[in-house]
Nanobody
Framework: QVQLVESGGGLVQAGGSLRLSCAAS????????MGWFRQAPGKEREFVAV????????SYQDSVKGRFTISRDNAKNTVDLQMNNLKPEDTAVYYC??????????????????WGQGTQVTVSS
């Protein structure tokens, strides 16, 4: 069955870095754009970053541009999110997701078909 398993979350001080990884199985990974979303307590799930099927194109939420980098390895079926210069407002549960087949760089949660269970990222001030 389809599985997306996130790892790499944790507690970090402001200004620090974390690298999230998502391992995919049960579907043809290279055929799907992959995204990262996050949800803070009491807030809606929001788009963070997306990478195209080939990895050649990416898109980011404005608040993370220049700090976060999304990448993928189609040979290993993984998608990563490198997060640098973390801020307390980055605190959230982070989810990886596979987009609906055929979409390029979707940013809306409704455009994603498969979701992981999430990993907690906490940034202390």
């Amino acid at each position: 069955q389809v599985q997306l398993v996130e790892s790499g979350g944790g507690l970090v001080q402001a200004g620090g870095s974390l690298r999230l990884s998502c391992a995919a199985s049960g579907f043809t990974f290279s055929m799907y754009a992959m995204g990262w979303f996050r949800q803070a307590p009491g807030k809606e799930r929001e788009f963070v970053a997306v990478i195209s099927r080939s990895g050649g194109s990416t898109s980011y939420q404005d608040s993370v541009k220049g700090r976060f980098t999304i990448s993928r390895d189609n040979a290993k079926n993984t998608v990563d999110l490198q997060m640098n210069n973390l801020k307390p407002e980055d605190t959230a549960v982070y989810y990886c997701a596979a987009a609906l087949l055929g979409l390029g760089l979707p940013t809306g949660a409704g455009s994603y078909r498969f979701w992981g269970q999430g990993t907690q990222v906490t940034v202390s001030s």
